[in-house]
């Protein structure tokens, strides 16, 4: 799905953040391992977000950084001439616990139940999986789908915001807790969807 029209803006932002790390000659790795640090406080705090208001914001404030450092990395390696297979899988390997970090502390916060949560984290690491597997099986690296890694982040943040401003339960849950329910749903119809597509590609 992406949020297309989000990404005019994006790029306002990242490309010069992108020439100023390369000016600086900031290693790729380094801003990965700075995406990943931000996804770790970032589930802290969302752990302990139902004992303070303030933790939920500055959980989806984390969340954003985890955001822009792991769209960052990949462009100061490509700008700076330094892309490199093992630079990709360090990429990858650190998107996946960023995804666990903060999905999983969402759940185990108790914003859902965690049967909930567990089927969101199956569906999201499954998902990360089939792209990378069509990468594997040669048919290039696919992102398709009605909710990728992009689209998980941005309701993430949105429902962060909006559980900080409306903290009141919706037909039992709070907003991040149907944002936990909407990812859980839409990551394994996005597994069938890549499922779908490698197949008929192998045909």
């Known amino acids: 799905m992406t949020f297309n029209t989000l990404r005019p803006f994006a790029s306002k932002v990242i490309e010069p953040l992108a020439d100023f790390f390369v000016r600086y000659e900031v290693s790729p790795d380094t801003v990965s391992i700075a995406s990943l640090i931000c996804a770790f406080f970032a589930g802290i705090s969302f752990y302990y977000s139902p ?3 303030e933790l939920v914001l500055l959980a989806g404030v984390l969340v954003i950084l985890n955001s822009i450092f792991d769209a960052l ?7 700076s001439n330094r892309a490199t297979p093992r630079g990709d899988f360090l990429d990858h390997v650190i998107d996946r616990y960023s995804d666990v970090f ?10 859902v139940p965690w ?3 567990v ?6 690491l499954l998902t990360s999986y089939l792209g990378t597997q069509a990468q594997a099986l040669r048919l290039g690296r696919y992102y398709g789908g009605i909710m990728g890694r992009a689209d998980r982040l941005v309701v993430i943040i949105l429902a962060a915001f909006g559980n900080f401003a409306f903290s009141s339960q919706i037909a039992g849950y709070s907003v991040l807790g149907w944002a936990v329910i ?6 394994h119809i996005t597994a069938v969807q890549r499922i779908n ?5 192998l045909e």
């Open 51 to 53: 004992g303070s208001r």
């Open 73 to 79: 990395d990949g462009l100061i390696a490509r700008k």
């Open 102 to 111: 903060i999905i999983c502390s969402i759940f185990f916060a108790g914003y």
């Open 115 to 117: 049967q909930i949560g």
């Open 119 to 124: 089927a969101a984290i199956v569906g999201v």
């Open 182 to 187: 909407l990812i859980a749903v839409t990551s």
């Open 197 to 201: 597509y490698i197949w008929k590609r």
